[in-house]
């Protein structure tokens, strides 16, 4: 199948709470990413109030944002909780940074109580002493050059068994002591990367809109771009901040 032939539609999940650190790029990076192929891609956003069409969408973005955000957010999105573990359980795509991440599981709690999280993933969070905070180096298997960004966050997540995003090259990842970043489950994507994400690890970004495109095409291949600006920097942030560890081969 051709790929001017194909269509991604971007579910980005209320941006007006969940858009720390620049989350929005990544949906400005995964549209962008596509048109340059050839594929048409939109990107639809849902506020509050809004009612979400798991059946239409094929990415789905939550992006991170504070505690009282993330209380919002959960009140509205368990409305369709249903709906949206469909998707999850049929290979729906999904990327959540940060707040979104941690609503993705059991719940969160923090000093001041309990947020209850979307039970999709069976993950939780506690809130830890101090922050995590600065730049993180991974080596993950959604890319063939380590995954880099920006993590802040006072939370500290479990995966229960889940596999990890990826193994940490420098930085503290999930809980600062496992040594492992982030969440993978079928087509979703969880991670404390901020920067934005996609815009420095185009191949994470390539990943998705595969699943994605497989999902409602079928096997295909994408076409390859010209990413040496993208490369350059991301060896450039990985040298400055694990550069032995990379020279040894991780």
Not at 7 to 13: A, D, P, Q, V
Not at 39 to 48: N, P
Request: hydrophobic share 35%.
């Amino acid at each position: 199948m051709n790929t001017t032939d194909m269509k991604l539609t971007i579910g980005h999940l209320y941006p007006e709470l969940l858009n720390l650190y620049g989350d929005r790029g990544n949906v400005v990076c995964m549209v962008k990413r596509c048109l340059w192929r050839g594929i048409r891609a939109k990107a639809v956003e849902y506020h509050i109030g809004d009612r979400i069409d798991f059946s239409k969408l094929d990415i789905v973005l939550l992006g991170g944002g504070s505690d009282r955000e993330q209380r919002i957010v959960c009140r509205e999105l368990k409305k369709v909780q249903k709906e949206f573990k469909r998707y999850v359980e049929d290979d729906g795509v999904v990327i959540a940074v940060c707040g979104g991440y941690q609503l993705l599981g059991k719940y969160y709690r923090t000093r001041e109580g309990v947020i209850e999280g979307l039970g999709l993933l069976d993950i939780y969070t506690e809130q830890g002493d101090g922050r995590l905070i600065g730049n993180i180096v991974l080596d993950s298997g959604l890319s063939d050059v380590p995954v880099v960004g920006f993590e802040n966050h006072g939370g500290r997540t479990y995966l229960c068994g889940h596999k990890p995003f990826g193994r940490v090259l420098y930085g503290s990842g999930n809980d600062g002591v496992s040594g492992y970043e982030g969440v993978i489950y079928r087509n979703v994507t969880g991670t404390y990367l901020h920067g934005p994400l996609l815009p420095k690890n185009a191949q994470v970004c390539d990943h998705l809109i595969e699943r994605a495109l497989e999902r409602r095409y079928g096997p295909i291949e994408l076409k390859e771009l010209d990413d040496r600006m993208e490369l350059a920097a991301n060896e450039y942030i990985c040298r400055r901040f694990a550069g032995k560890k990379i020279a040894a081969g991780c």
